[in-house]
């Protein structure tokens, strides 16, 4: 039987609390802060709210707690065009946090409390299995509880919907897990713990390819930061460079690249254009601060592509 063009993202929703400052606090360091400011964030809510703007018919499995910060979020993801029926608010538990320190070059360190995130259980997943049922992809990251994330992607498999991962942040996975997975999408950092390969040149990413291949991964995309993203299907490698912009910071380019690029796929695009459609919301994002803030909508998206022709 074949289903609608739709797409469930699975994943975490957080607080961000951002301080800008001069330079990382060193250990017994005290830094005074620039600016300071709390943003709705969290990897999950994060791609979802990329790929709700980019224009995806979208919803969304995640939890928040029984408190107000959770209830504001769920009406912002509202008017990101995102079906939140799914999200669960737990109210014994406080909506996750992030913590995220951005130095004066625009990096930035993230510390983290799950919260809600971890009352994402498999069971809490299994009760939401129409809708991975219904979708024709299911995006997820790894600040849920990894059996959650497994029992995910064995219901999106039997569902014959295909399963993109984000291995963020960066964690070593299972082979049971890595059998499941259509599509990967690492960071530099992640292909390296998962792959043991450390990535700094376009022949050692497609190595790293190679071994999530012999995994099952039919799709690797490691991401290369300024340098673009190694696409590999079937081992066929090419590296596609990213545009050029001035940065302010990075918080969730990583995100908006991966709901943009899975918006795109399912509108039909190829790869190619897809990644080229997924740099260009990320490169927006980037020169924007903060997380959800940042990440822009369809309109700009385009108007961004069509100043590059
Ligand atoms: O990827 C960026 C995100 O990581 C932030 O929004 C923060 O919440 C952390 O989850």
């Not at 360091?29 to 709210?49: D, M, R, S």
């Not at 224009?55 to 912002?76: L, N």
Request: negative net charge; proline residues 4%; aromatic residues 4%.
């Amino acid at each position: 039987m074949s289903k609608c063009a739709k797409l469930a993202v699975m994943g975490s929703i957080n607080a961000d609390h951002i301080l800008n400052l001069s330079h990382f606090p060193r250990p017994g360091e005290t830094v005074i802060g620039k600016a300071y400011q709390i943003e709705f964030g969290g990897k999950g809510a994060n791609q979802a709210v990329a790929a709700g703007r980019a224009g995806a018919d979208i919803a969304f499995i995640a939890c928040v707690g029984g408190d107000d910060t959770g209830e504001r979020i769920c009406e912002q993801l509202q008017r990101d065009n995102i079906d939140i029926t799914p999200v669960e608010a737990i109210p014994s538990e406080a909506t996750g946090v992030a913590m995220i320190f951005v130095n004066g070059e625009g990096e930035n360190n993230i510390g983290i409390y799950a919260g809600a995130n971890a009352a994402l259980t498999p069971d809490s997943v299994r009760r939401h299995q129409q809708v991975i049922a219904d979708a024709e992809a299911l995006l997820m990251q790894l600040e849920s509880p990894l059996e959650s994330v497994l029992t995910a992607a064995q219901l999106a498999r039997q569902h014959g919907t295909q399963v993109i991962l984000n291995p963020a942040p960066a964690t070593r996975l299972t082979d049971e897990l890595l059998a499941q997975i259509d599509i990967i999408t690492p960071n530099e950092t992640e292909a390296e713990i998962l792959t043991g390969i450390a990535v700094s040149s376009d022949a050692e990413a497609a190595q790293a390819a190679q071994v999530l291949h012999a995994k099952g991964i039919r799709t690797v995309l490691i991401t290369l930061g300024r340098r673009g993203v190694w696409l590999s299907e079937q081992g066929n490698g090419e590296r596609i460079p990213g545009f050029n912009v001035q940065a302010v910071d990075t918080i969730a380019a990583g995100d908006t690249f991966n709901g943009a690029f899975i918006t795109a796929r399912l509108e039909g695009m190829t790869m190619h254009d897809a990644v080229r459609f997924a740099h260009a919301a990320a490169a927006i994002a980037v020169t924007r601060p903060g997380a959800q803030p940042a990440v822009p909508w369809r309109r700009e998206i385009d108007a961004f592509l069509q100043q590059q022709e």
